[in-house]
């Protein structure tokens, strides 16, 4: 008997079915940030210029991507090294602008064939596209964007909002799956504000508008976002949670909440609210990041909350098209490829735990008051030999075991990212 042998007869034993949990599994896609491998700056502004908006990266390991050729050999080797079913994610800052596309154009006139490119991208690979208008980072933000006081500012953020829709809307119809947009924004102020509830009626009126623009909800899933603080903008965030769920809750069949799970009080966890949103809403969508401290957007680990959320994605029925994934997190103190892998290969380590539980044993253990048991039971999981499920899954998406990958993220940054500037 292999070493995968003996391992999947132990979760057998347990009443799990290995290889119906390796399946499922391979049939959730799990979208993938492409803003990772650049530190968030995208290819429409200055590069030099500041990250705005309450984010930041930090850390200046070389080899950062610098264009889209550089970005999309990073992504290529990223797909390759991780298993599962992925599908992209991009923010608009993406855009790649040609000669042939008639060049630069601001954000309030992106069309589709600014991302003619990307497409065909994930065109040749398989993979669907998820996307963002991008609300900050940007010389209109002042520094409010759809909150904004001024008519003008919230015009041009209004109307990239609803390019980013028929963008979405391409993106889905040329792909063949439907495109998550998340619209999230960075307003709100450093300090203690004289006005709260205005930049929300602002925000709310400007969602509306931005949402008035026809998009097919079977294709195009808008989502708002909310964030407790950011850096910079400390006191008050627009976007609050009740705020954007209730914005969500009252705009059913138009817009779904996202929680990213980086943007809650420290001791708040998403892996309870996921089946507390899932109560009331059909769908929703999640950033899968790891919150350090005030920080929101480090790499994400094999660690018990992002263990504990996949249980809830599993258990929900997530992988049956209630929970939208996607990664979100940005590290520029290591090399980046790296940090992209660590994070994905997580994120399905984690589902695939979360399959590999007798999940309706534990329930019933639950529901017949056995929480003796269920302690006991729930510990035990934690030293079956997971590892051995997790390689042979490995196997078969054609992606290296753990040891077996990193030796040529090294190599690629020998050979291509050190020789970038
Ligand atoms: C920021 C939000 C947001 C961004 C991306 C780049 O706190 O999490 O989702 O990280 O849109
Ligand atoms: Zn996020």
Not at 244 to 252: E, F, T
Not at 351 to 361: R, V
């Amino acid at each position: 008997m292999t070493l995968y042998q003996q391992a999947k007869t132990k979760y057998e034993a347990l009443g799990v079915d290995v290889e119906a949990a390796m399946s499922k599994l391979q049939s959730a896609p799990v979208a993938l940030h492409c803003w990772q491998g650049d530190d968030v700056r995208g290819f429409d502004t200055d590069p030099t210029k500041p990250l705005t908006g309450g984010i930041q990266t930090t850390g200046n390991y070389p080899g950062r991507a610098r264009t889209p050729e550089e970005l999309m050999a990073d992504i290529d080797l990223v797909l390759k090294l991780c298993p599962g079913t992925k599908k992209m994610n991009l923010h608009a800052s993406y855009a790649i602008f040609d000669e042939e596309n008639g060049g630069w154009v601001d954000r309030d006139k992106l069309e589709p064939k600014h991302f003619k490119k990307w497409v065909d991208f994930c065109k040749e690979r398989g993979l669907g596209c998820d996307f963002n208008p991008t609300f900050f980072s940007h010389p209109k933000c002042d520094p409010l964007t759809l909150a904004s006081p001024n008519e003008e500012t919230r015009r041009f953020w209004i109307d990239h909002g609803k390019a980013c829709i028929r963008i979405s809307q391409y993106l889905a119809e040329e792909l063949g799956q439907p495109c998550i947009m998340n619209i999230w924004t960075g307003d709100g102020f450093k300090d203690i504000p004289a006005d709260r509830m205005g930049p929300r009626m602002r925000y709310k009126e400007a969602m509306d508008e931005i949402l008035s623009e026809p998009f097919d909800f079977d294709k195009v899933k808008p989502c708002v976002e909310s964030k407790v603080f950011g850096i910079g903008v400390e006191a008050y965030t627009v976007g609050s949670a009740e705020y954007a769920l209730l914005y969500a809750a009252l705009n059913a069949g138009k817009c779904i909440p996202l929680m990213d799970n980086g943007h809650y009080h420290p001791t708040e966890v998403v892996s309870d609210k996921i089946p507390a949103l899932l109560s009331f809403f059909p769908e929703l969508a999640l950033h899968i990041t790891r919150p350090i401290r005030w920080d929101s957007d480090h790499v994400v680990l094999l660690d018990d909350e992002t263990k504990e959320i996949c249980k809830e994605i599993v258990r929900c029925g997530g992988l049956e098209g209630r929970v939208h994934m996607a990664l979100d997190y940005f590290d520029a103190s290591i090399n980046r490829v790296s940090a992209w892998v660590t994070g994905f290969r997580n994120v399905q380590k984690a589902l695939l735990m979360a399959l590999l539980t007798p999940n309706e044993q534990l329930k019933t253990l639950q529901d017949t008051d056995q929480f003796t048991e269920l302690m006991v039971r729930q510990e035990e999981m934690k030293t079956l030999p997971f590892g051995e499920i997790w390689n042979e899954y490995c196997r078969r998406c054609g992606a290296p075991e753990d040891g077996a990958w990193f030796a040529t993220v090294q190599q690629y940054e020998k050979d291509v990212q050190q020789a970038r500037g």
